[in-house]
């Protein structure tokens, strides 16, 4: 098999646009020179796996603490759960983005997500298979809570990748892509703080951790037309120039 093959992609600058390129499976063949360590192969030890400190902006500059509130009362209102999300978790210093939408996940199933957080809500829901076949599909352990970047669309450095690639995409990094469950939760928030929706234009997010036992992963969007939420899922290695992870800060319980 030629090296070139066996390649894994790794965009040690994520996002370039030359990278993206040469990620596509007919193009990685003609990887030029100069750009070849910025690919790493399996096993290696990606350079974002090393300790650094995070980017971005102090808690206190972003809007986080606001959209706590709202999560608390959503929470309160929709779950019949109280909590104060900054008592009960770690929160990092920084954070990558300014306007950010936390997720509490206080320990549903997906099929509770779709009833609680979308439907009693008055949002219609397709699944294109049903949510509980997905791996990934029952409660966790603990609640959670997830941190993305409050935007319409995905992550754009990710903004074409299949989902084969999620998992050397995310080596090293602090963040993890966001799950089909959270991805409910987070963007029946968003609609009633101010009427938005995730992907609510010509975008998909894929929720590479959700796969079924054929290995097709589940992906999610808005559809304008016909008015609802819309689970589907496709192969893991297709890629789309409107498809893309939605990177995620995990918080787990303080001990």
Known sequence: M????MIVPH???????ECKHYL????????????KQTF???????????????????IEETDCIQWFDHMERFTK?????????????????????KHVLPIFDPGFTNRDMVDKALKSRGLSVYEGTDVMKYCGSGTFDTPRLYLVERSI?????????????AKHWFAGRQTHPLH?????IGT??????????LDSGPTRTWFPENALPDGRVAYGFFSPTYGDVWFRDYDAGHEADDMAFREAIVLSLKP
């Open 180 to 184: 089909l469950r959270g991805y409910g």
């Open 40 to 58: 790493a192969l399996p096993g290696a030890i990606p350079v974002t796996a090393v300790p650094v400190e995070t980017t971005g902006f102090p």
């Open 11 to 17: 965009i040690r600058a994520a996002g370039t646009e």
């Open 77 to 97: 209102e929709h779950f019949g759960t109280e909590i104060i999300l900054r008592d009960k978790f770690p929160l990092p210093a920084r954070l990558p983005w």
């Open 153 to 165: 669309t995905p992550t754009p450095a990710t903004m074409g990748l299949p989902p084969k690639f």
């Open 24 to 35: 596509r499976g007919e193009n990685r063949p003609q990887i030029p020179q100069r750009l």
């Open 2 to 5: 030629d090296l070139l093959a």
């Open 188 to 197: 029946s928030l968003w609609r009633g703080v101010e009427e938005q929706l």
